[in-house]
Structures are given as C-alpha cells and as structure tokens.
C-alpha cells in the first residue's frame, strides 16, 4: 500500500499533467457510485475529478478526502485515502492550499518536488 | 512553540546570536564549539531528512537541530520502551520513535489519537540506527485541523528559500573579510547575527551618530542621547525631553527611563529635579 517514491502534491489541472505518476489530491467528496468503485472528488481548484477505488468502499465517505494513488489524466487510481473528522476541516482553507499545491510546482528547487 | 513556525526562527536567531557570542569569547574552541550550540527548529521533508549526510541535518548548509515534520502515519508499533510511527509525508516513509518515559505511569500521553492514517506532527532530532535513520521525536501530536498540512507545506519551501538567502547574504558580505570556509557551515551564527541586528535597528539607528551606551535598550538610549546632546551647563529639562520624544516614548516611559538612569548613574539632576545631564560629558 505504501509507496516510496515520492509523491507530488497536485490539484484538479495539475492531474492531468501528471499522468502516468503518483499524486496526492485533496478534496471534497461530491458523490460516491453505488458500486463503491467510484469517487467524485471536488479538488481544491474546483475541478471535478474520479477516484477509481481498488475495493469497494465499506464505509460511509463524505467530507474531505485525500487520496494517494497514481495518476490516469482525470482518474486518479487509488492505492490509499485519508478522510477526516468534520471539525478537523471545519476551519479549512482550501483556497490557501491550492496555492501552496501550485507554489510546490513553481518554486524551483523545493524540497516538495520530485526532481 | 509548535503551533508558529514564526517562533521557530525566533528561537533560531537567538540561538544563533548566543553561539556568536560565546565564539567571540574563546576563538580557540570555535571547532568544538560547532554544531552542539545550534538550537533551532526547522521544518523540512522526510526526503531531505534521509539525504542529509551522516554529519546532520542541513538545509541548504545550515545546520539544523530538529526537524519539524508532517505526515501521515502508516503504521504504529507499541513496544514497552518505545513508539515506533511510520510517517509518510508523501516525499518518503521513515520511522519516527518516541521513547516512553516511565514516570508517567499509565498515561499514554495522547498517544491514542495517534492511529494509523491520521496526520501526525512531530519535531524530533535524526538518528541513525543500524544503518536505519529515523527521527526520534520529542514531541507528536496528532493534527486536528488541516491548515497544519498547507502550513507545513508553505513552512518547508519558506525555510528553504530564507536560508539559502541568509546564506547568500552571508558569503556576499564574507567577500575581502577574512572569513574562511571553517565559518560557513557555523552559519546559524550569521543567521542569527542578521536577525538580530535588524531587529534592534530602531534603537542602535538612532544612537548611531552619538555613540550609543552599552546595555541600555533602545528606549533608553533614545532618552540619554537627548540628555547627552545638550550643550547647556544647566541640562535639559524633563518637559524638552517629553517634548522631543513626543510620539516616540510615552511621557511616563519616559520618567521611568529618566529614574533608571538616575539611579544607574548614567544621568544626574541638576539645578531642580527636573534638569538632567549626562555623567560623561
């Protein structure tokens, strides 16, 4: 389940980039498919994207989820996800962390990027 | 400490400020002193953690005491000594150990809100065991709200930039200066000199131009310079120095710094209790 490559940090338009990569994407969960397979996932740039699931879903998903898989253009396949306690995001800034998304693909050098 | 990486770097500088100045009291012992003096608290990744070299860890050559991290928690191993956290924070997994400490009892500390997949922070110093680094943490605490996570993304590439800066600073001012590489990698004593003296630019600027007194804050000097300046035998009265400071220092700051230095024998009253002159001069 554990990857140890690194993984980069994305949002909805950077997914797309990443093809072929592993990613973490956070979110906010719009729908879940009745086959428990699929995700809809509102990024933190407002770009809707699927969250294809290895196994079906057993439990009760809503809120904000980040998912650790690899990226298929606007699928992301899931190896791993983290959902969280209502008042853990209650207070969440999702503008705030898209930019820092976007800032670990623009500064050059940083510790976050995988080059 | 934790909650502001803000604070951090305030306890760096001030760290550094004090190694600078024990260093300029035994210039021999600069060797032994290096690296066991730094006090600083820098978040980085687990990815740099683990391409530190074996000497410590470094962000972009300044040393670094501890590291901050966030990540999530993979896996958790309780043994009776020890903790043991798989931390992932999506540039590496490595192993974050937390010894228990005995005296406090049956209390597991909060660790049981340290479950697996959740996010953790933790601020630990690196170890190399068995050719294994990992951290051992002296503090962990479960994130409980997800501004931790951008935080700490922003703290990293933040922590970055700044002491490559600093860094830069420093080698551009070493130029012609007798500054050798055996200082470089001291460079928290820059950093924290840097810090420091912006930090007292507001009083040393002002006491620049009449030699400033040692040891007086920069209240103080403002109120002595005014005293110092004046030329009359008779001193200058307590209403001009309210009047020259006047939204500088509060007017009751001011008769307490005139009391403070009455009584460090910087100033004396002459002809009334309210004409001050300076002792020297």
């Given at each position: 389940m554990v990857t140890e490559e690194t993984r980069m940090r994305v949002n909805g338009s950077l997914l797309s980039q990443h093809s072929g990569r592993p990613v973490v994407i956070l979110g906010t969960v719009q729908k879940v498919d009745p086959s428990g397979m699929m995700v809809s996932l509102k990024a933190s740039d407002d770009q809707v994207i699927q969250v294809k699931l290895q196994q079906p879903v057993q439990e009760n998903i809503e809120g904000v989820m980040e998912v650790h898989g690899m990226s298929q253009g606007r699928q992301v396949l899931c190896q791993s996800y983290v959902t969280f306690p209502q008042e853990s995001y209650a207070n969440f800034d999702m503008g705030s962390y898209d930019e820092a998304v976007k800032l670990i693909h623009s500064v050059s050098g940083n510790p976050w990027k995988n080059d | 400490m934790w909650n502001s990486n803000g604070d951090g770097y305030g306890g760096q500088s001030e760290g550094g400020f004090m190694t600078g100045d024990s260093q300029f009291d035994s210039p021999a012992s600069k060797e032994q002193a290096r690296g066991r003096k730094v006090q600083n608290l820098v978040p980085m990744t687990l990815r740099s953690i683990q391409e530190c070299g074996e000497e410590g860890l470094q962000v972009a050559g300044t040393e670094v005491h501890m590291a901050v991290v966030v990540g999530l928690i993979r896996a958790v191993d309780v043994t009776s000594t020890k903790v043991t956290y798989t931390l992932d924070d999506t540039t590496a997994v490595m192993d974050v150990v937390q010894w228990i400490e005995?005296?406090?009892?049956?209390?597991d500390g909060g660790r049981s809100?340290?479950?697996?997949?959740t996010y953790c922070r933790a601020a630990g110093t690196m170890r190399t065991h068995q050719g294994k680094r990992h951290l051992m943490a002296f503090q962990i605490t479960p994130?409980?709200?997800?501004?931790v996570i951008t935080n700490h993304v922003l703290s990293v590439i933040h922590a970055g930039l700044k002491l490559q800066q600093i860094q830069t600073l420093q080698q551009s001012s070493g130029?012609?200066?007798?500054?050798?590489?055996?200082?470089m990698p001291n460079s928290l004593v820059g950093a924290g000199g840097l810090g420091g003296s912006m930090g007292l630019g507001g009083g040393s600027g002002y006491s620049g131009g009449g030699g400033g007194m040692q040891g007086l804050s920069g209240q103080q000097n403002m109120v002595y310079q005014v005293i110092h300046q004046c030329p009359d035998e008779a001193g200058v009265s307590r209403n001009a120095i309210h009047g020259n400071l006047t939204g500088k220092i509060s007017q009751k700051q001011i008769d307490e710094v005139l009391d403070f230095l009455s009584s460090e024998g910087h100033i004396y009253t002459t002809i009334d209790d309210d004409h001050f002159k300076s002792t020297d001069g």
């Open positions: - | 005995s005296d406090n009892g049956p209390e809100n340290l479950m697996e997949m994130v409980t709200d997800l501004n130029i012609g200066g007798p500054a050798t590489s055996s200082t």
